[in-house]
Nanobody, 119 residues
């Protein structure tokens, strides 16, 4: 079992920055795949970024490449999402998720944190 808790959301103006954090318990973040997803009102949840456990491999959605950075803080067992040059279309609830290497689906989810970008 993996428990996840997001923090760091809030209201920011377009062009601003926010850093989201996902604190994990039950497993170390270096032993599982960790991902960030988001869901805007009226839209389906979409992939944002992921970081693979043992071999640090990162993947980003095209819409956030060059603006968002996913990273791990192993000492704090936390995954971070640094978001820069935020746009109103980045407004969504952001979710942290985890999956074991043997799973094709993310099976553990946090409760989400709201990010609102004003124009």
């Amino acid at each position: 079992q993996v428990q996840l808790a997001e923090s760091g959301g809030g209201l920011v103006q377009a062009g601003g920055s926010l850093r989201l954090a996902c604190a994990a318990s039950g497993r170390t973040v270096s032993s599982v795949d960790m991902g960030w997803f988001r869901q805007a009102p009226g839209k389906e949840r979409e992939f944002v970024a992921s970081i693979r456990g043992a071999v640090i491999s990162v993947v980003y959605a095209d819409s956030v490449k060059g603006r968002f950075t996913i990273s791990r803080d192993n000492a704090k067992n936390t995954v971070l999402l640094q978001m820069k040059s935020l746009k109103p279309e980045d407004t969504a609830v952001y979710y942290c998720a985890a999956r074991t290497y043997m799973s094709s689906n993310y099976t553990y989810w946090g409760q989400g944190t709201q990010v609102t970008v004003s124009s």
